[in-house]
Structure formats: structure tokens, C-alpha cells
């Protein structure tokens, strides 16, 4: 009797070891940046994705500063969470993020630093602003005869190029009986016909394509080329460095 007391109690002891180090595990297995296809052009990564593999189902939050990235759940998994590049690539710097997760009672906070090396800054000129001096008359006539005027002057910015909309082929904008001209206001019936054909051919086309594959890799540094232009117009080559690091938040 007494020697299966002591075997339930092992057996008691040990299974709480397993689930005490079962709930130190940690949940954020990884964190680190996703190269894909986004570093293989010649412009500037419109995003950096960071992947975070999870052990297990957590709410989480993504940041920066006040701005809120990304919230929801993740998934037991690689999940990827996208930043828009916006200026980032356009001088070296270190920026900072934070990811918060949540599991039952337990939060985890991580500080996540991506410091972006360039090889050259970007020079931004400051914008000119082209306005002109615009004076028009005022005046006030009463069956011909002129009881009042005034010269007024008007500041408004202008753009240098106004684009006019097309107008119909033949169309009249002075003449009253264009509208009911069937000519001005008609369409070709083989026109929509071609038409009808390209997208019944553009469709086929993209259902029989192959199937795409996404292609990534998992790192703390990416090295990337790409080509900006100056203010002068001039193409430039620039080296970035993407280096990720990660710190834990205390609580």
C-alpha cells in the first residue's frame, strides 16, 4: 500500500514538472524578415513583411508609436505581418515596432528594431509653389446702364497642365440639335463585338496560366539593390542593409 502511495505521488510530481515547463514554453517561436520577390526589383520595396511563428493560438497587436499596424489572431504557424515602406528607404535609420501577444493570462511583449542602412540618402528639394496674380472687374448693371464697379485681386494656385475630357466624335457643343443627331451619340456594334472577344480570350488565357508559387526566406539581414531618381533626374544606385533585432519589453 504504501509503495503505491509513493508511485502516485512520482507520478503526480512529474506530471506537474511537464505542465509547468509545458506553460514556459515559449509562444513566439521566431521572428524575422521575409525575402521575397519584393527585394528583386529595380525600385524601392514597397513593404517589409516580418514573419512571427507562433506555438499556439495568441491575440496579438503590432505597432509603431500610436499606429496600430495589424491586430487579430494568429494562427500555430508562420504568420506575416506587412509594413509599408513609405519613406523608410529613403534615409538609414533605425525604426521601432512593437508586438504585443496574448494567451489566456499570459501577455508577451517584444520590442522589434529594423535599422536600414543606405548607401545613399535621398535629397529632397523643397517643393515650389507656383501661383499667379489674377485681377478681374465687378460690375452691376441695371437694364444697361452701369450703377456700380470694382477691380478685385485673386491668388490661386493653378496646375500647368489642364487636361480637357475627349468629346464625341462629331459632337457640336454649340449646336441644340447635336444631341439628337443619332451619329454624334452612337456607338460601332462590331467595335463591341471585338471587344466581347479580347475579354472571352483574356479570361482563358488566365484560367489556363500556371499555378504561381511563392517563394520566401526567412532572415535577420537582407542586403537589397535599387534604382532611385534624383532631383536632377539622374538614376542612382543604392545599397540598402536591413538588419532586424529583438528585445523583450518588461511588463
Known amino acids: 500500500m504504501r509503495k503505491k502511495a509513493v508511485i502516485l505521488f512520482l507520478l503526480s ?17 521566431g521572428i524575422d524578415f521575409i525575402e521575397d520577390q519584393r527585394f ?10 516580418i514573419g512571427i511563428q507562433i506555438r499556439e493560438k495568441a491575440y496579438y497587436k503590432f505597432s509603431r508609436g500610436s499606429d496600430v499596424i495589424g ?21 538609414s535609420g533605425v525604426h521601432v515596432f512593437f508586438l504585443e501577444a496574448k494567451v489566456d493570462d499570459l501577455t ?27 485681377e478681374y472687374d465687378l460690375a452691376l448693371f441695371i437694364d ?7 477691380r478685385q485681386k485673386h ?22 440639335a447635336a444631341r439628337d443627331d443619332p451619329a454624334a451619340n452612337s456607338f460601332s456594334i462590331l467595335s463591341v463585338v471585338a471587344l466581347a472577344y ?12 500556371a499555378k504561381y508559387v511563392y517563394n520566401f526566406r ?11 531618381k534624383e532631383p536632377s533626374g539622374e538614376e542612382q544606385e543604392v545599397t540598402a542593409v536591413l538588419r532586424l533585432s529583438i528585445k523583450d519589453e518588461k511588463l
Request: no cysteine; net charge positive.
Open 13 to 29: 510530481f512529474f506530471s506537474t514538472i511537464i505542465v509547468t515547463a509545458e506553460n514556459k514554453a515559449p509562444i513566439i517561436l
Open 40 to 49: 528583386e526589383s529595380i525600385h524601392p520595396p514597397s513593404e517589409i513583411r
Open 71 to 91: 491586430a487579430g489572431l494568429f494562427i500555430p504557424g508562420l504568420n506575416v505581418v506587412n509594413i509599408e515602406a513609405g519613406s523608410l528607404f529613403n534615409r
Open 108 to 134: 508577451i511583449k517584444k520590442i522589434i528594431e529594423i535599422d536600414i542602412q543606405l548607401s545613399r540618402e535621398e535629397m529632397v528639394p523643397e517643393k515650389e509653389v507656383i501661383t499667379r496674380d489674377i
Open 144 to 150: 444697361d446702364e452701369l450703377i456700380a464697379s470694382n
Open 155 to 176: 491668388y490661386e494656385k493653378f496646375p500647368i497642365k489642364i487636361r480637357m475630357p475627349e468629346m464625341p466624335q462629331n459632337m457640336k457643343a454649340f449646336d441644340p
Open 198 to 209: 479580347k475579354l472571352a480570350r483574356d479570361i482563358k488565357n488566365s484560367t489556363s496560366r
Open 218 to 228: 526567412k532572415k535577420k539581414v537582407i542586403l537589397t539593390d535599387f534604382m532611385r
